[in-house]
């Protein structure tokens, strides 16, 4: 049965398009631990654009699953993860201009930087997840580097305008997945992932976790978000 950990960082982007006080992602985790979710997600970016340092220090109190803190591999976010103590980061690539994350890292391209990254916080007992394009090279660059998870972009395959697209990109995920698999990494799938294309994970039972967000917050708004996190909880849990 695979898992399912929500990211809360879209009710946080709510929050600040009116700079008020809500909705708050903590309470978000919250109901949505208690509706089944597995473990949360928070990314807290250098522009802060959605969580804030507040955020993810009363997430790390309170989240009772297991907290996934995305962020780029830099010396201040370095820093604040070793203070915070996340069960797991999941380092990403990130752009001030863009909307959301746009590919995957390029590990093999800075990969002595990775690895001294890695380095410190395994030192302190937090796993590390790269998240990474669905290429062969990456995922062994990735096991080279010391993570312990592989986290596959899917937002391509999501983004695909017909069927034989989205099989195609599919099947680069596939072999994504047979080579983390082959290495001995735990691996997690996640961007773009919404009630309809990822019941075609089905097929891969290898993919131990679904990292979900915005699909589940836009669900939310026609259902509320208890209902729609077990929505996608039943779907996945059959994986």
Not at 72 to 85: G, P, S
Not at 136 to 147: N, S, T, Y
Not at 231 to 239: A, G, T
Request: net charge negative; hydrophobic share 45%; charged share 25%.
């Amino acid at each position: 049965m695979a898992r399912l950990a929500v990211n809360v960082d879209h009710v946080a982007t709510l929050r600040q398009a009116r700079g008020i006080a809500e909705p708050d992602p903590l309470l978000a985790a919250g109901l949505a631990e208690l509706a089944g979710a597995d473990g949360i997600i928070c990314h807290l970016r250098e522009d802060r654009r959605h969580i804030n340092d507040r955020d993810l220090r009363l997430l790390r109190q309170t989240v009772k699953t297991r907290l996934n803190m995305e962020m780029a591999a830099v010396t201040e976010m370095v820093a604040i993860a070793l203070d915070t103590q996340p069960d797991l980061v999941t380092l990403v690539p990130e752009k001030r201009e863009e909307l959301t994350t746009e590919g995957g890292l390029d590990v093999k391209a800075q990969s002595e930087h990775y690895s001294n990254v890695v380095q410190r916080l395994k030192a302190q007992g937090i796993l590390v997840s790269f998240f990474i394009d669905p290429n062969r090279e990456q995922v062994q660059a990735a096991q080279e580097c010391g993570g312990d998870i592989v986290e596959i972009h899917t937002g391509h395959y999501s983004e695909a305008h017909s069927e034989s697209e989205a099989i195609e990109r599919f099947d680069r995920i596939v072999l994504a997945v047979e080579t983390a698999a082959e290495l001995g990494l735990s691996i997690s799938a996640g961007h773009g992932l919404n009630y309809v294309n990822v019941k075609r994970f089905k097929a891969l039972p290898a993919v131990e976790e679904y990292s979900i967000g915005h699909s589940i917050v836009a669900r939310a708004v026609w259902v509320g978000l208890p209902q729609a996190v077990r929505e996608m909880v039943e779907i996945v849990k059959y994986f």
